[in-house]
């Protein structure tokens, strides 16, 4: 019996992955460089379902029945391009090759271009979730070829987290458009665990709480509006105790945020396409910030107000609806980069469809979501979900409290990029008059970059140094 699809690199992900797709009855041929890998994975979870063990490249792709869907789980950079150059010769037109592993989008684009030249098709798929998602229901997020898609999706279907009957998973659009998609989705998790940070940190430094009491308030916001795996899971965090201790966990975890590199392509990328998401890009910041000890040890006697707790009971309130507004503006921020990306490279993504797909499975799940779908639903053409009907009522009835969160931070020296540069953003779209005509100005004083008027048509130089004359440009 040939295999419906085979996994090749079978470290956690991989397995898991091999392990879900078995159970839900495909026939699952499975090889990794390393062959004890693959008789561990058939030791161990055999009874799980049918598995075909391959220990070269050759013997898996005879496994495979035709077109051959042959997913890679490798580490991601060279690695994959060393299974790639390994098993390409030894496929046919038609074939598929599926990188499952956290590509650089514009690694996938150039994978794509030299695969299609030999008639192989190739998927660039984020896939999300972790772990346990890749076992039980991962949100996934393929590119490639749209025909790709046809052999590849009801497989795909099947082994996703599914919500209200869908599985989230879809057709992203050509070449890097699903590993781009999966970018931006870290680093909306990014922004989205900085802005719970920054609500943890003035809950207890300006509120007075206990990490106890935290955990309830994070508890009861996820009964509500906020309802999300990663604010579940912060109750969890906070509410947990250090056995050897006794103490909270989260004091006696050392305050250095680590990171793999997803969030810092978003910014990178964001740069280059002109995209502001400056909610990401502070996210990313804050976790460099936290890393330098060097820095931090340098300036820690530096001056800051005294932090007397207030001990409000509205207070918690208002650092939800902060939350919630700064939240609406950095997945704002995140769609844009998609909408932008998809402009710029012809994906022409659905940006509803990856709400969807978001809302199961992936670390960012979450309720809130289906307001995404739902605002792209009602007009594709939706420049910036701000101004979507239910987002602009609820950062309208957020903003008096927001206004009040930021300023309390400011007043007792409790650091909230991630709050700052949201209520920043928010009041940047909405100004009538931005000092960028003041940089305009000083533009064109030291570099004759010229300007445009808001009363006349064409470029403009004013002749700083000789008259002050205004010259057409
Ligand atoms: P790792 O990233 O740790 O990679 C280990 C696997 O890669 C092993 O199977 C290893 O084989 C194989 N490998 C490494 N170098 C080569 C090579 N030159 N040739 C062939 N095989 C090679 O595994 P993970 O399971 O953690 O992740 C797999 C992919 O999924 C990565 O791209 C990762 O970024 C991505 N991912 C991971 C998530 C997670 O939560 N861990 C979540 C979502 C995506 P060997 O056993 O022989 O060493």
Known sequence: QKAQIG???????????????????????VHNRTAARTKALVEEFGHEGTFVPAETAEEFVAALERPRRLVVMVKAGAATDAVIDEFAPLLE?????????????ADTRRREAALRERGVHFVGAGISGGEEGALNGPSIMPGGPAESYEALGPLLESIAANVDGVPCVTHIG???????????????????????AESYDLLRHAAGLSPAEIAEVFRTWNTGRLESYLIEITAEVLAHTDAATGEPFVDVVLDR????????????TALDLGVPVGGIAEAVFARSVSGHADL?????????????????????????????????????????????????????????????????????????????????????RTVTLLTDGYFAEALAEAQDAWRGVVATAARLGIPTPGFSSALAYYD????????????????????????????????????????????EA
């Open 7 to 29: 996994v090749t690199g079978l470290a956690t992900m991989g397995r898991n992955l091999a392990r879900n797709l078995a159970r839900r009855g495909h026939t699952v041929a």
């Open 174 to 196: 050509p070449d890097g458009a699903g590993h781009f998609v999966k970018m931006v989705h870290n680093g909306i998790e990014y922004a989205d665990m900085q802005l719970i």
């Open 296 to 380: 931090r040890e340098a300036a820690r006697d530096l001056p800051g107000p005294a932090r007397e707790a207030t001990k409000d009971a509205a207070f918690a309130d208002a650092v939800e609806r902060a939350l919630y507004a700064s939240k609406i503006v950095a997945y704002a921020q995140g769609f844009h980069q998609i909408q932008a990306a998809s402009a710029e490279y012809g994906w022409d993504v659905d940006l509803g469809a990856v709400a969807t797909i978001w809302r199961g499975g992936c670390i960012i799940r979450a309720r809130f979501l289906d307001r995404i779908r739902a605002a792209y639903e009602a007009d594709p």
């Open 257 to 268: 945020a680590e990171q793999k590199g997803t969030g810092r392509w978003t910014v990178q």
């Open 93 to 105: 037109p038609g074939d598929m090759i599926v990188d499952g592993g956290n590509a650089h989008f």
């Open 428 to 471: 940047s779209l909405r100004a009538e008059r931005l000092p960028a005509a003041l940089t305009q100005g000083q533009r064109d004083f030291f570099g004759a970059h010229t300007y445009r008027r808001v009363d006349r048509e064409g470029a403009f130089h004013t002749l700083w140094s000789d008259g002050r004359r205004e010259v």
